[in-house]
């Protein structure tokens, strides 16, 4: 797969990105809770657990590994490059005081996939130039997930979006009621975590999140 080709994949999986949180675990597992969201059309997965000890995070990334491939979804896991070598996921996803993106692409080789967090132009560009192959931009509207992420405004989205060659990932407090409020940004799709995980009915959560997103992104 050449630059181009991996930039267009890259592209497509970013239109509805599923970004998993234990706090809303309860009648279901996160494992039956995923495979929902995988029913319900998600494009991309990530596995984010800040405080789980690593073999059962490794056991657990194990069998995401193995859901998310049957239905050909790219995994992502957050911040552990090493876990992720370990179970041969496609990608990470580092914030920026997490790893310097270049020394992750030196750990993880030239076809995985690197995600990084980004606030403003600045960061996007030395992002880009260390390697990243997509930006996960924001908080583009307030969040209880991450309490101290302060909201960009939609202007810096797109000023991110327009300065860099690498596909943008909203991110932050988007739920049905404000994805189109992300049209003519530019970003190639939205980055969700209670939306899905937090509703009652994930696959439908899902099902409309994901045409919503087909919506916002033609604009």
């Known amino acids: 797969m050449n630059c181009a080709e991996k930039r267009e994949m890259v592209r497509r999986a970013l239109l509805l990105y599923a970004v998993t949180d234990r706090s809303w675990v309860g ?3 996160l494992y039956e809770q995923v495979k929902a969201s995988l029913d319900g059309g998600i494009t ?6 800040k405080e789980m000890p690593y073999e059962d995070f ?24 090493d ?18 993106a270049g020394s992750v692409r030196e750990k993880l080789g030239r076809d995985k996939v690197i995600g990084v967090s980004a606030r403003t132009v600045l960061e996007a560009l030395r ?11 924001g908080a583009v509207f307030s969040t209880s997930t991450k ?22 990932v909203a991110i932050g407090g988007i739920k049905k009621d404000n994805v189109m409020q992300l049209a003519g940004s530019g970003a190639a ?10 509703q009652t009915d994930i696959r439908a959560a899902c099902e409309e999140l994901l045409a919503l997103a087909k919506e916002m992104i033609k604009k």
């Open 44 to 49: 991309l997965l990530q596995l984010r657990e």
């Open 27 to 29: 009648e279901k597992t």
């Open 127 to 137: 992002a880009e130039k260390a390697g990243a192959d997509y930006l996960g931009v």
């Open 147 to 168: 309490e101290d992420a302060d909201v960009i405004a939609w202007d810096t989205l797109k000023e991110i979006c327009q300065a860099v060659s690498i596909p943008v």
């Open 189 to 198: 799709g939205i980055s969700v975590i209670s939306g899905i995980y937090g």
């Open 83 to 100: 876990l992720a070598l370990a179970v041969d996921a496609d990608g990470v996803h580092v914030g920026q005081s997490d790893m310097e």
């Open 58 to 81: 490794l056991r657990e990334a194990k069998d995401m590994k193995a859901l998310a491939a049957s239905y050909r979804v790219p995994l992502m896991i957050n911040d552990n490059v």
